[in-house]
């Protein structure tokens, strides 16, 4: 007589996920199948993980793209910068990233496009940023915390230099912050995630 199967003794899943106890039977096309079972060869999961983890990712990227790049009107700042920057490299033959002409170009572009959806008038200190300069300013009386932060282009300039800070800290070796991200998908994950995308993905692009 066939004893019953002591709990846990089942085939345990070459994937991430367990419990999967729930069938889904649908037709696909012969080369979505194909490509399903490339991804599970080479990543050594079984065709079910992969399966379930391109369907977790559909539902899952949205939010995590609109936690990574913000609110409607920052997005729409983001697809206008990517669709210029293609458009130049369409037209350049070049990166960006990689050719001084097509950099200055791109720089050239996006300052037209923001200060023409941008707001131009009087340029008043956010009290958001008064409020955080004056304190700053109490913890450290000698500092002068106030001229950076009250000047938009010394403001701007600090963000970005915080940025690429970040960025060259991640890639330090043996950073134990590194996410190791896999896809495009898990980029958008977390911060540490994004700027590791950010970081790799511009210093390891193709040649032009």
């Known amino acids: ?43 050594g ?18 939010e995590r793209w609109k936690r990574a790049l913000g609110d409607k009107h920052v997005r729409a700042l983001a697809y206008a910068v990517a669709k210029i920057a293609t458009d130049l490299e369409i037209r350049t033959g070049r990166h960006w990233h ?14 037209i496009a ?8 009087e340029v008043r200190v956010p009290d958001r940023l008064e409020e955080q300069a ?14 950076f932060m009250k000047d938009p282009a010394d403001y701007g300039a600090h963000r970005a230099s915080e940025l690429v800070a970040s960025i060259k800290f991640l890639e330090t070796p043996n950073n134990f912050h590194r996410t ?3 896809n495009d998908f898990d980029a958008f994950a977390s911060d540490a995630a994004l700027l590791e995308f950010i970081g790799s993905s511009l210093r390891q692009g193709d040649e032009q």
């Not at 065709?47 to 369907?55: A, G």
């Not at 923001?114 to 008038?121: A, K, N, Q, R, V």
């Open 134 to 147: 004056a304190r700053m300013q109490a913890a450290s009386p000698g500092a002068d915390f106030g001229k």
């Open 180 to 182: 190791g991200y896999s």
């Open 98 to 111: 990689k050719d001084a002409f097509t950099g200055s170009a791109l720089k050239a572009a996006l300052n």
């Open 45 to 62: 999961k079984s065709l079910s993980q992969i399966v379930e983890r391109r369907l977790r990712d559909s539902f899952d990227h949205p």
């Open 114 to 121: 923001i200060h023409y959806f941008g707001s131009w008038g």
């Open 1 to 43: 007589m066939t004893g019953k199967r002591e709990p846990g003794a089942g085939r345990k899943p070459k994937g991430e996920f367990s419990g999967k106890s729930a069938a889904f039977s649908t037709r696909i096309t012969p080369e979505l199948r194909a490509a399903l079972e490339k991804e599970s060869k080479e990543t």
